[in-house]
């Protein structure tokens, strides 16, 4: 007599499709990765349990090894946007932390298809311990990627219309706010703003923080300019304000480099700072402090910033949930106001 046919083992893919998730989360679950919320995790073991699904010894411990690095990605079109003073100082402090890690820092510039698909492929295939993406747009498929990561993900800025399970942030709203409250208390009343890309979570909140300031001022804003963060954009970008609005008395500048450019144009048309047009700018990079005049700012703690979302990635890889946090701001007045 013939005996019955071993049953087959249920696979991972069958787990994944009758908890409704992606194969990566369940993976996740059963690696007992901390990066998934609740109900997918419950979801995962209940099909486990349906399907009397075993992991297999050897793949679960190739898929929990370490490599010993972790990676910082930009999402960008530049690649000398890693020279930018901003991004060289959140990489001070990020390899500073990791280092203490014993991890490996690795930099990645998403600027192409091409470039973005190894990115995705890097949190796909755990080619890192974690992963922290800075400089994301609307729409951008990084994010859609990192919610399906096999490894941890830290956002340095939150995503646009999205908020993330682990992130670093800066008080972008509310810098903003004080800034163009120190332009009002000045005694300006037309106060444009130069804005940072609108299709990031940080030009977006920026300008947030301008309006809101200037309405409860009982003041209207003025029709928004927007520049990439580079000096060339802010000088471009006041140039199309003074034509736009040639009795302006004050400008906004949703960073330093912009800001920068401003005071270019500015010059270059004759118009004295602040006398004429006082400038705001928002960073507190050496640029704001060599340029001329010297420019007010507001003050964010970009290498704390890199510190700490590596400090964040670190507590993540090592199995524990961090707290998201959000660092202060504080303006920084000096001769351009």
């Known amino acids: 007599m013939t005996g019955a046919a071993p049953r087959r083992q249920p696979t991972l893919d069958e787990v994944a499709a009758r908890a409704g998730v992606s194969r990566s989360v369940a993976s996740r679950v059963l690696n007992k990765a901390p990066h998934v919320s609740p109900s997918k995790r419950e979801a995962v073991e209940r099909a486990v349990r349906q399907l009397g699904y075993v992991a297999n010894p050897t793949a679960r411990a190739l898929a929990t ?34 280092e203490e890690a014993d991890l490996h820092l690795m930099l990645c510039l998403a600027a192409s298809e091409r470039g973005r698909k190894r990115v995705e492929e890097l949190l796909r295939s755990r080619g890192a311990d974690g992963v922290m993406l800075m400089a994301l747009r609307d729409g951008d498929p990084l994010a859609a990627a990192a919610e399906e990561a096999e490894i941890p993900v830290v956002f340095g800025g939150r995503p646009v219309d999205s908020v993330p399970r682990w992130y670093v942030d800066v008080d972008n709203v509310g810098g903003a706010r004080a800034a163009t409250e120190h332009l009002v208390s000045r005694g300006r009343t037309r106060v444009a703003a130069i804005c940072g890309r609108l299709d990031t979570e ?136």
């Open 65 to 98: 090894r370490q490599t010993g690095a972790a990676a910082l990605v930009i999402s960008g079109e530049d690649p000398s946007i890693f020279a930018d003073p901003f991004f060289a100082q959140v990489i001070v402090g990020a390899s500073q932390t990791l």
């Open 202 to 337: 940080a030009g977006r909140a920026r300008y947030r923080g301008y309006r809101d300031a200037l309405l409860a001022a009982g003041l209207d804003p003025l029709p928004p300019r927007e520049g990439d963060f580079t000096e060339p954009s802010g000088a471009a970008a006041m140039e199309a304000l003074l034509a736009d609005t040639p009795d302006l008395d004050a400008v906004f500048a949703a960073n330093d480099n912009m800001a920068a450019g401003a005071l270019r144009t500015l010059r270059a048309t004759g118009r004295a700072v602040p006398a004429d047009v006082a400038v705001v700018g928002f960073d507190d990079l050496t640029v704001a402090r060599v340029a001329d005049p010297p420019l007010t700012t507001v003050h964010q703690p970009i290498t704390a910033l890199g510190r700490e979302m590596a400090r964040m990635l670190v507590t993540a890889v090592n199995g524990h949930d961090p707290t998201p946090l959000i660092l202060p701001t504080r303006l920084v007045t000096r001769s351009s106001t």
